[in-house]
């Protein structure tokens, strides 16, 4: 059945570097891809959507990478900020599916000042 | 339009009482989305909504699960006979388009359910 795996640990780095977050998916071949910001006790909020036959998507300091052959999204942020801190979630929308998605655990990112 | 609203944002009920939520999507929303979500996990999807036809709900909803979308416009989640498993985050999402066209969800802030 089709899985989805996050970075399984907390990532922490320091303000100003560039932050890295992986999110692997197998059994599975989706249209598109997106990415999710969640701080604790809110809902999630929507960032990035990039299709299959988008290899790279930016917005601000956002970039999103897709590889179909690798089966992976990569999310990066530059020039990191301690607003930055919070769980993020890459989400595929569901095999057979016309609407659901389904999403991976998520990745907490501290920026560290 | 302030987005997508639910109410209330914190509930705490005892075991085996009936429990309802409710759901306002951003007005040209024409999409509804209920999931739930515990700690550490992602959200999982529970049921979705086009206008006012239910068109999908998750085979792990139990059947005393029901939700309501009149009008289709604000949409309602009911839980019957609540159980300490059904502790959790219970979110709200719409999102806009027609076809098989993708578009992000816009979320609610949810209601977190506590049973006890």
């Known amino acids: 059945s089709q899985k989805i795996e996050q970075n399984s640990e907390a990532l922490n780095i320091q303000e100003g570097k560039t932050a890295t977050l992986t999110c692997n998916y197998t059994?599975?071949?989706?249209?598109?891809l997106q990415w999710y910001r969640q701080d604790p006790g809110r809902g999630p909020v929507f960032l990035l959507l990039i299709r299959e036959n988008e290899k790279e998507k930016r917005k601000e300091r956002l970039k999103v990478t897709f590889d179909t052959t690798l089966k992976q999204s990569l999310f990066h942020i530059t020039a990191s900020q301690p607003a930055d801190s919070a769980t993020y979630l890459c989400a595929l929308p569901t095999s057979g599916s016309a609407r659901q998605l389904t999403f991976g655990s998520g990745t907490q990112l501290t920026v560290l000042p | 339009d302030t987005g997508v609203s639910q109410d209330p944002r914190h509930k705490i009920t005892k075991r085996g009482q009936n429990v309802t939520f409710r759901c306002d999507p951003i007005?040209?929303?024409?999409?509804l989305y209920w999931y739930r979500q515990t700690l550490g996990q992602g959200p999982e999807f529970l049921t979705y909504f086009q206008n006012e036809a239910q068109l999908e709900k998750s085979r792990l909803l139990s059947n005393r699960f029901s939700a309501e979308r009149p009008k289709g416009s604000f949409s309602t989640l009911e839980i019957q006979r609540t159980e300490q498993g059904d502790s959790a985050m219970y979110l709200c999402?719409?999102?806009?388009?027609?076809?098989?066209?993708?578009?992000?969800?816009?979320f609610g802030s949810g209601t977190r359910l506590t049973v006890v």
């Open positions: 999402a719409s999102s806009s388009g027609t076809g098989t066209g993708a578009y992000g969800y816009t």
């Open positions: 007005s040209e929303h024409n999409r």
């Open positions: 059994n599975y071949s989706p249209a598109y």
